[in-house]
């Protein structure tokens, strides 16, 4: 059976309702394969083997969760957060109990993460034409990341900064997500 008329202008919450029939996803929330993958991969990236075979995709992947963090779907920022930080402790390997400035970065996004629980991490603004006051809490995100991986990973920092760019001047249909990219 096809899906409801309700939801044929949101076919990737259908799909997901299909595979997680216990997760209600709000018909109006919408959500795109990519957001649909990235939820997926956000459970996936701690089992063994997922990371290498993302292993050249991890600039799109820290990318994606960065600029989803603030979605107004909660489904997706969750995922997004939750991705972030399988990512991060993947990449960093047990660094936390350590005391370098790498791991203070790794326990501070954790912190921030915790700290925001149900919440996005920052609210979701325009950032085309001003500066918005989420740029500070972005930026601050965004360092400890780099902080956390530049040791061991030089190149994935400079791959996500080379992702950051073209999406930010190749996504003219999506003004805020290339604005956010820019950052």
């Not at 299909?18 to 990519?34: A, C, Q, T």
């Not at 760019?165 to 805020?176: T, Y």
């Amino acid at each position: 059976a096809g899906p409801p008329v309700h939801v044929l202008a949101n076919p990737m919450s259908w799909v997901f309702q299909k595979l997680f029939p216990s997760i209600h996803v709000e018909p109006r929330m919408g959500m795109s394969r990519g957001d649909f993958a990235m939820i997926v991969l956000a459970e996936l990236v701690l089992e063994r083997g997922c990371l290498l075979a993302c292993a050249k995709h991890l600039a799109i992947l820290f990318h994606t969760a960065v600029l989803n963090v603030d979605s107004a779907n909660p489904w997706i920022f969750k995922h997004a957060k939750v991705l972030l930080v399988n990512l991060i402790a993947k990449l960093t390997g047990g660094i936390v109990k350590d005391t370098s400035s790498e791991a203070r970065a790794v326990r501070t996004i954790e912190r921030m993460v915790d700290e925001s629980g149900s919440q996005p991490l920052w609210r979701a603004e325009p950032v085309v034409l001003s500066r918005a006051d989420s740029t500070d809490k972005l930026s601050e995100l965004v360092r400890l990341i780099l902080r956390a991986l530049r040791p061991s990973h030089a190149s994935l920092v400079d791959d996500w900064a080379a992702e950051a760019l073209q999406w930010a001047v190749s996504d003219v249909s999506a003004a805020p997500r290339a604005s956010r990219s820019f950052q």
